[in-house]
């Protein structure tokens, strides 16, 4: 996500971090490189503009403290105008009573699967959602919502077989759903694929049937400026009240992000970054900014790990592995875990200076193929091998590589690399402040979404020589970092 936008951020940046003075005339070529990389990640031409500008007129103005230096006050303020740019704070969905929530947009970005992952969302937020399918144009739209809905739980209002009028079908869902004890309606309306005024009189119908207390566009990240032009139009027509943006995973330049609070006025308030039910966040200005410029979201990383992993697996794997006992169950356990938080480059992306470690990588060196055959060589091993590798002579490999489908070469260099790896963590002296700080997250303070980190010194009061030199974007010479020799990340990349 935003990696071209920070790469090229960065690149100005490191100009920027050099000046010992501040001047309009030494910070304008610097500018000038940010200006273009906005408009290379399809920021609208005027949000581009006028975001320079206050930049520019933040920088050479008395803001610039006299005991920071100059030019990491300019990365700050950068920092701070690209949060306002996003929308300032986090926006909650307004649900009070009687809480409807319409969900419109174009065809192809994604508006029914998030209709499910929304209704998921709330439900985890002790809610109790409602499905209502209302597209009554796409084929096997309504078909579809009932398959979702059963997926995430949630029961669903159908229209009456051959149903083919929107208004009607809104109405007939209104009356049953007051029968239910359901406390919140999520209803999927029709796209089309292009706003046309067939789609705008048929929303606006419903939303005068209705009257939403939220009004929410659904718009695909990944068509730029389009997903801009298409925001506007919705808003003029029936009054969004938030957007919610899907498919970011997949958008290189995030214009779209960067664009749609400035033209629209409305506040971005979820965003999708992947296909699973549960893969919609809150969005959060202070920490996309922080995102976009490399600077990570350990935040977000951690509400990720706090919801999906079991906290007691996770540290019997990690007690194991110090005591040196890890073995290949063990690893399988952990690399599942792992797995629940999404794609592997999705999760590494929240770490701070992840962007520049990512360049340093093998080529496909995050492709989730990789951890796939990593899965089935482990799985083509008997339960005695994969608790004793010492069992593992050449006979066994070669059976091994043939039962996952790899080479004979794959799965030596990734018993070597376990081996490496489980050897490096067992140390009892070098590790042991890594063996306390890991223990110390179990009483991790909570952290809030505005940013605002807590207490880390039981994770890095001084017990990780390599913390720093990771945060910046340098691969450590030792230590379980991404790309030492026996590092954790390593098994899933080294092996070819």
């Known amino acids: 996500m935003f990696s071209l936008l920070s790469d090229k951020l960065d690149a100005a940046f490191r100009h920027l971090r050099g000046l010992s003075k501040i001047s309009e005339d030494n910070i304008a070529d610097a500018l000038k490189e940010i200006r273009l990389a906005l408009l290379e990640a399809d920021v609208e031409y005027s949000v581009a503009r006028n975001f320079i500008n206050l930049v520019k007129e933040r920088a050479i103005g008395e803001e610039v403290l006299k005991t920071v230096k100059p030019g990491e006050q300019i990365v700050k303020i950068f920092r701070d105008e690209l949060a306002n740019l996003l929308g300032g704070e986090e926006v909650a969905l307004n649900l009070s009573p009687p809480a409807r929530i319409l969900v419109a947009g174009l065809n192809g970005a994604g508006k029914t699967t998030t209709c499910a992952k929304l209704a998921l969302r709330l439900k985890k937020e002790g809610r109790s959602p409602v499905l209502i399918a209302c597209d009554l144009v796409r084929p096997a739209a309504v078909e579809q919502l009932v398959a979702l809905a059963a997926q995430v739980d949630v029961p669903v209002i159908t229209p009456n077989p051959g149903e083919k009028n929107a208004l009607r079908a809104i109405k007939d869902a209104l009356r049953r759903a007051e029968g239910m004890q359901q406390d ?46 298409v925001a506007h139009t919705f808003h003029e027509a029936v009054g969004i009240t938030g957007i919610i943006l899907t498919k970011l995973d997949g958008d290189a330049r995030g214009g779209a992000a960067l664009s749609m609070r400035a033209i629209t006025g409305q506040p ?13 966040s809150p969005f959060v200005p202070k920490r996309m900014a922080d995102r976009i410029l490399g600077m990570g979201d350990i935040v977000g990383l951690v509400e990720k790990a706090a ?10 794997g990690v007690t194991r592995m110090m005591s040196g006992e890890f073995n290949f169950e063990d690893f399988l356990s952990q690399m599942r875990m792992m797995q629940k938080l999404g794609p592997l480059e999705g999760i590494l992306g929240l770490l701070p200076g992840f962007s520049k470690i990512r360049k340093q990588l093998p080529q496909g060196a995050l492709d989730p193929k990789k951890l796939k055959r990593t899965e089935a060589i482990v799985l083509s091993m008997t339960k005695a091998e994969r608790r004793n590798d010492k069992l593992l002579i050449p006979s066994r490999r070669r059976r091994i590589a043939k039962g996952a489908g790899v080479t004979e070469i794959e799965v030596n260099r990734f018993i070597k690399n376990f081996r490496d790896m489980k050897e490096m963590m067992g140390g009892k002296g070098k590790n042991a402040g890594l063996m306390k700080a890991m223990q110390g997250m179990k009483s991790m303070p909570s952290m809030s979404r505005d940013g605002e980190m807590p207490d880390l010194s039981a994770l890095v009061g001084g017990e990780f020589p390599n913390w720093g030199t990771q945060a910046r974007g340098k691969i450590p010479r030792r230590g379980p970092g991404l790309n030492s020799a026996g590092g954790f990340g390593s098994l899933f990349h080294r092996h070819r």
């Open 184 to 229: 919140t309606l999520i209803i999927d309306t029709a796209g089309r694929q292009e706003v046309d005024e067939t789609l705008i009189d048929e929303l606006r119908k419903v939303a005068r049937e209705l009257r939403p207390q939220e009004t929410l566009l659904v718009a695909d990240a990944a068509t730029g400026q389009q997903a801009v032009r």
């Open 268 to 280: 971005i308030k979820f965003i999708g970054e992947g296909e699973k039910p549960d893969m919609l």
């Open 307 to 316: 919801e999906k992993i079991d906290q007691d697996s996770a540290m019997h």
